[in-house]
């Protein structure tokens, strides 16, 4: 049974899959696919089903749920850090209601979480790496950055407005935020969604425990960070919490999503489902 694996290409994601795309632990018989597209192009495949496993936003989850439960590992949280609103003038976030944003899609957690923070603004969809680019142009008056370039608009002369990690550990007492996690479709079965949750954990156990290597292999996506950079960039998005999300992080993704509903940012209550 060959089970198509959809995630970002990514150094981080890559990291994660580093020892099911090279033959480093036991498929237990299956054969894997990757299928690498942005994240907001998954959110909306994801949305009709496409893929077994697929990486999938956290918001986009409250769109999915009736076809996919979360896996228990392969998330990616912010712990006190997460995507951020840069610009080249430095103003005050309450007047974010007044600027024109790029955002890297609607689907994804970062936009979700601005929204909460503040509802008005102009958005421009543009795809997450030429976001920086568009700030720079004067296209926009902002740019809601997630991915590398958390670690790149400071040496290109742009200023930080808002770190939405820095906002939600405020607001909810120290809860990480939940940006994305990998879904598996429920149509497989129980069994075979137990299956994978256990294959996926073991690639990224494995990815942890030999990380020289799991990087040398992440680094083909690394989108000209250094090694140096890179390395940081894989540690903020996983780690012991992509292993396991932990009460904690189980908590944050419910409330994130309760709150996005109280707020009528997405249509309906979700109660979120994690296999392992």
């Known amino acids: 049974m060959t089970i198509h694996i959809a995630h970002s290409p990514d150094s981080d994601d890559a990291f994660m899959f580093y020892a099911l795309a090279e033959h480093k632990i036991d498929a237990e018989g299956l054969e894997f696919e990757h299928v690498l597209k942005d994240i907001e192009t998954l959110n909306r495949d994801a949305m009709n ?28 949280m912010g712990e006190k850090y997460g995507p951020m609103v840069i610009s080249k003038t ?51 008056d902002c740019g809601l950055i997630i991915h590398e370039g958390q670690l790149q608009y400071q040496a290109m002369g742009l200023h930080l407005i808002l770190d939405l990690g820095k906002w939600w550990d405020e607001l909810t007492g120290g809860l990480p935020l939940p940006l994305g996690g990998n879904a598996v479709r429920r149509n497989l079965g129980p069994e075979m969604m137990h299956k994978l949750a256990r294959i996926q954990r073991n690639s990224i ?19 000209d960070l250094s090694e140096k950079d890179a390395d940081t960039f894989v540690g903020m998005y996983v780690n012991q919490r992509t292993l396991d999300y932990g009460a904690d992080g189980k908590k944050a993704v419910q409330l994130f999503l309760d709150m996005a509903y109280d707020k009528k940012l997405i249509p309906h209550k979700v109660a979120v489902e994690f296999i392992g």
Do not use: C, W
């Not at 089903?49 to 990616?76: F, M, P, Q, R, T």
């Not at 156990?205 to 690394?222: C, D, I, P, S, V």
């Open 90 to 140: 430095p103003f005050p976030v309450s007047d974010l209601k007044n600027k024109k944003v790029a955002v890297p899609g609607t689907m994804t957690s970062a936009y979700l979480a601005l929204k909460m923070v503040e509802p008005n603004f102009e958005q421009v969809v543009i795809p997450f790496d030429q976001i920086i680019e568009a700030v720079q142009e004067g296209k926009v």
């Open 205 to 223: 156990a494995h990815g942890l425990n030999h990380r020289k290597e799991a990087l040398a292999h992440a680094m083909k996506y690394a989108r």
């Open 49 to 76: 089903g496409k893929y077994e496993i697929s990486a999938v936003s956290i918001h986009a989850y409250a769109y999915l749920a009736d076809k996919y439960a979360l896996l228990d590992s392969g998330a990616s």
